[in-house]
Structure formats: structure tokens, C-alpha cells
């Protein structure tokens, strides 16, 4: 029988697992990765998360997404009554996506991508805001990539590509170096801030409101050079906003403050078993490594059998867009989505057992 479900964790969080099983009340945080599409195969789990397993537990939750990590996450404080419905209904939406190209182009124009996507938040947000921002559990952060470089502040057709190639070589040199042209700005639960230093890297934290929940969210998916940047997000410094990915592009952050409360664990789905920390990281293996910020996290990662029983063989990426017809790409991603819910089964059957044994985090 083919496994669906691999459990890795960090030395503190190992330790309880092993000693008390997993329990929804042990959970203070959740974050959730940028990735593209390949977050459409955790709705199973978001759906089963949210929808059922932590309602066994009364404590509030700190969410922290980036990208679609973003969008998934201001879905569950969206949905009061009903998450299962909402994450089913998200996933529908990104899925019916669609994109002109241009004849004689590659690709859609950033334009175009950033108008059509607008609309997608507007359509799934407006009117809405005040019911994500009052959720009787859940804390929503939403983290973005601010233009910190004089060439980063505004998005200009020679100004971004020149900004992005320093971003780039200093990122080789140390990660701090990224610092110099960019910076972390955190949109949060005005009741509660992340809880949660973020000393590793230059962060500015910005209060979530009505106002800015959509730009934040827009601005945390705007991929750069595939969505414009967000000018100016009211209440936040001035500047171009980008993808949050960028500077985290899996959320690689402090975690062990939690150790000290009621809530130590960070529950934490995903779609591969490295947490990578920037984007500009992803071909740095030595930046892949756990490091003690992550003692406590708890990564749910799906099992290499249940990836080579997708369409292809693979997770769902953005390449799809363009390798794929839009029927196919659609059904191909839906298919991904109905498998998803394995996921979830094994997570149930897991979270069962009284003690629960996780591999080391690599």
C-alpha cells in the first residue's frame, strides 16, 4: 500500500509528539508557505484542520501565510461557520484561474495577471473584512516583500529587473545581504501580533484593517515580474510591495518563543520537507538545512508514493499555466485537490495514536 503522509519535527517538538501524541489544544500557530499552485494539495488538510480537528480545542491560533499562504490563511478566518465549504470553494477559485496571452507571447502580461487576480480577492473578500479580522480564534498575519533599495521603491521597466539582479547577488554573499534591498512587513491581527521576534531579517509589523486586508493580500501574491508590485498599502510605509515569498518564501522563522507558553507547537503543512527561507534560496541547498528555529515545528509533508500518484507524477506548479491546455491544467489540478483528502485521512489516523513518532526535520 502505497504511504500518503510524512510526519517530521523539530528535537522539542519530537519529544512530545512521542510522549503525548498530538492534541489540537498543544497547537499556537500555523504557517503557510508560498508555493504557487502546489498549495492546492494541502486543501484536504486545511479543510479537515480547520474544519473539524482543531474545533477540539478552544485556544487562539496564530495564522502567518505568505502568497497563497496568505490566501489560505485569510480563508480560515473568513470562515466562521463553515471552513470545509470555504476551502473547497477557494480551491475552485484558483483553480478557474485563467490568463489571456498576448499572441505571439509567452506568457500573460503582469498587467493583466495583477487585474484578473485583484478581482479573484475582490470577489472573495470585499465586504468581508471585518468578518477575517474578528474571528473568535484565529490570528491572520500576512507577510509581504517591501522594496527597501532606492531601485526597489517604485517598479520601473529598467529599476525592477536591475533591483532584483542586486537582491539576487547580495542574497548569494549572506541572506542579510537581501536585507539591504528589501524588507519583511508583516500585516497583523491587530488584537494579537505575531508572537514571534523576527530579528533574523529587517521587519517592519503593520496593523491589519479593513483597509488594507485586500492590498495586503494582493501585494503578498505579486509575484514579480509575473503581477505588478503594490504601491503604496494604506497604513503601511511607502513603497512597492511583492510576493512575501520573496523574503520568506517558507517561513523559515523563530519559533521556539512558543515553548514557553500553553501552546508550544507549530503545526505546520507542507508541500516538500525543507523549509526554505527566501525564494533567491531555492537553488541554495546549504540554506535548506533545519536550524533551532524550527525545535518545536511540526511538518506535515506528503509521502513521495502519494506525489507519483498525481497527474504527471508531480506537484502542481505555475509552469502548468503555460505546458498545459486550460482543460487539462483544470483537471490536473482538480484531481490534485480530490486527492488531497488522503492527506487528511492519514492525518486523522495519526493524530489517534497516543504517541506518535516523527522523523527529524533534514
Keep these: 500500500m502505497a504511504k500518503v503522509l510524512r510526519i517530521l519535527a ?3 517538538a519530537r519529544q512530545r509528539l512521542a510522549e503525548q501524541g498530538l492534541q489540537p489544544a498543544d497547537v499556537g500557530l500555523i504557517p503557510a508557505a508560498a ?3 502546489k498549495g492546492l494539495v494541502l486543501n484536504g488538510l486545511d479543510r479537515f484542520l480547520f474544519g473539524e480537528w482543531l474545533m477540539r480545542s478552544q485556544q487562539p491560533v496564530h495564522l502567518v501565510g505568505a502568497s497563497i499562504g496568505a490566501w489560505r490563511m485569510a480563508t480560515a478566518a473568513r470562515a466562521h461557520a463553515d471552513a470545509d465549504a470555504a476551502f473547497r470553494d477557494m480551491a475552485e477559485a484558483y483553480v478557474t484561474q485563467r490568463y489571456d496571452t498576448p499572441p505571439g507571447e509567452k506568457r500573460p502580461r503582469p ?3 495583477s487585474e484578473r487576480f485583484g478581482d479573484i480577492l475582490t470577489v472573495w473578500f470585499a465586504g468581508r473584512e471585518s468578518e477575517v479580522l474578528s474571528h473568535p480564534r484565529w490570528r491572520l498575519h500576512v507577510v509581504t516583500s517591501r522594496g527597501r533599495h532606492p531601485l526597489l521603491r517604485h517598479e520601473g521597466r529598467w529599476r525592477t529587473p536591475a533591483g532584483y539582479a542586486g537582491a539576487f547577488a547580495s542574497n548569494l554573499v549572506h541572506r542579510t545581504g537581501l536585507g539591504h534591498w528589501l524588507d519583511r ?6 488584537r494579537s501580533p505575531l508572537p514571534l521576534p523576527l530579528a533574523d531579517f529587517p521587519t517592519q509589523r503593520v ?3 479593513a483597509t488594507n486586508l485586500r ?3 494582493l501585494a503578498s501574491c505579486s509575484i514579480p515580474f509575473w503581477l505588478r508590485a503594490q504601491q503604496d498599502v494604506p497604513g503601511a510605509p511607502p513603497g512597492a510591495y511583492w510576493d512575501g515569498g520573496i523574503t520568506d518564501y517558507h517561513l523559515h522563522l523563530d519559533y521556539r518563543p512558543l515553548l514557553a507558553t500553553a501552546t508550544p507547537l507549530v503545526l505546520y503543512p507542507h508541500f516538500q520537507p525543507h523549509v526554505v527561507p527566501g525564494w533567491l534560496d531555492k537553488a541554495l541547498k546549504r ?3 533545519a536550524t533551532p528555529f524550527l525545535d518545536n515545528l511540526v511538518l506535515l509533508v506528503p509521502h513521495p508514493d502519494w506525489v507519483a500518484s498525481l497527474p504527471d507524477g508531480k506537484l502542481p506548479d505555475r509552469n502548468d499555466f503555460m505546458r498545459l491546455d486550460e482543460a487539462t491544467r483544470q483537471a490536473h489540478w482538480r484531481r490534485a485537490v480530490l486527492e488531497s483528502a488522503r492527506l487528511a485521512e492519514a492525518f486523522d489516523a495519526l493524530t489517534r495514536q497516543p504517541s506518535v513518532q516523527a522523523e527529524p526535520l533534514p
Design 215 to 217: 492590498p495586503a493580500l
Design 10 to 12: 523539530g528535537p522539542a
Design 35 to 37: 508555493g504557487g499552485p
Design 287 to 289: 540554506r535548506h538545512r
Design 185 to 190: 512587513v508583516v500585516f497583523s491581527d491587530g
Design 111 to 113: 498587467d493583466h495577471v
Design 207 to 209: 496593523e491589519l484593517s
